[in-house]
């Protein structure tokens, strides 16, 4: 691995203006300079987490931040081990502090009874919280790209994905300090930037194999959508900046609501008939779907919210709704009662 870039000052003015636009989406959609902060990126060696790791810094250097990393070896494939080092010599080359964590993903999703992606995403994020206490970090920069977000949609689709979800993955989630500042860009954009400036990369070759939903869908299914419409990825962004706009003014629409909501002592929530009547079908869904979210873990599927909303509108008094998570709704003369078994 060759001498890279030190600063900004040091790219082409095309390679400059690409880390700069890559700023521009992050602080439109954090709303702040996440450069100016301390910023843990996580990185597993591959073109995207690599690249982004570079960036980060460069823009880190540029705004006053600092930058620090956190790789996960998965214990997966025999060349995991030349993944840690490569990430570990490229935080050497750039002065950024490095977290490893040598994971038994495979022994964690036999002992919890799951697959193999599942388990490596619980295990990732939980040691992605544990560097940012470490690090004091202020944001979490995560590599997903324009092809991430593309197939995250299609994919939530074909598991029958309804609103808001059917968007795809967020680019900013304050509460998880999460930002994906490369959700606009595009994943041969950030191998031509490596290319460039002369920075290697991992190469996974598991990501070629079947075995797995994600990469069926990358590997088989994304490259004949992508030929029937060259452009899916812009077009894919386009929904997802309408679909953050509907859930803004659907979250106006239900703060307005919200005042109306009483809460018990218990923890158990009442929605009264009073503000129900007045509501649109489209904005009491979303008022169930918000207070179901509120109460804990559990994700509640469309048409069960849909068959509530039924039962209200048909004054079922004493019908019962069962939601993942112990989630309980009661429907009686004057509302809707929400609580945990």
């Given amino acids: 691995m060759g001498s890279l870039p030190k600063s900004i000052q040091e790219l082409d003015p095309k390679l400059a203006r690409f880390c700069l636009n890559i700023e521009k989406f992050g602080k439109q959609k954090s709303g702040k300079n996440f450069a100016a902060f301390p910023m843990l990126v996580g990185v597993s060696g591959g073109i995207d987490s690599t690249a982004l790791l570079i960036i980060a810094t460069l823009l880190a250097r540029k705004s006053g931040g600092r930058v620090f990393c956190a790789h996960v070896d998965h214990g997966l494939r025999e060349e995991s081990a030349g993944d840690r080092i490569f990430v570990e010599d490229l935080c050497a080359m750039l002065d950024v502090p490095v977290e490893p964590l040598a994971a038994d993903v495979a022994g964690y999703a036999a002992k919890n009874s799951m697959g193999l992606e599942e388990a490596g995403r619980i295990i990732r ?74 920075c290697p990369w991992r190469e996974d070759e598991s990501n070629h194999s079947d075995d797995y939903t994600r990469n069926r869908l990358r590997n088989n299914i994304m490259p004949l959508l992508n030929a029937e419409n060259p452009n899916l ?73 849909m068959q509530l909303d039924r039962a209200f509108s048909a004054r079922k008094s004493g019908s019962t709704f069962q939601f993942p998570g112990n989630k309980v709704v009661k429907v009686n003369k004057a509302g809707l009662l929400f609580n945990i078994n």
């Fill in 125 to 198: 994020y939980d040691f992605f919280n544990q560097c940012l206490k470490k690090f004091k970090a202020e944001y979490l920069l995560l590599a997903h790209h324009v092809g991430d977000l593309s197939e995250d949609i299609v994919m939530r689709l074909i598991r029958g994905t309804g609103w808001p979800a059917l968007a795809g993955m967020i680019a900013y989630d304050p509460k998880r300090k999460l930002l994906r500042p490369l959700l606009s860009t595009k994943k041969e954009d950030l191998e031509n930037f490596l290319r460039s400036i002369g």
């Fill in 233 to 305: 990825g812009a077009g894919l962004i386009r929904l997802k900046n309408q679909a953050e706009l509907d859930e803004t003014y659907w979250d106006e629409k239900i703060a307005d609501v919200s005042e109306y909501i009483e809460s018990g002592e218990n923890g158990e929530i009442f929605l009264p008939c009073s503000i129900l009547n007045k509501c649109h079908s489209a904005l009491r869904l979303r008022i169930y779907k918000k207070i179901l979210d509120g109460l804990g873990p559990g994700h509640a599927l469309f048409d069960s919210i």
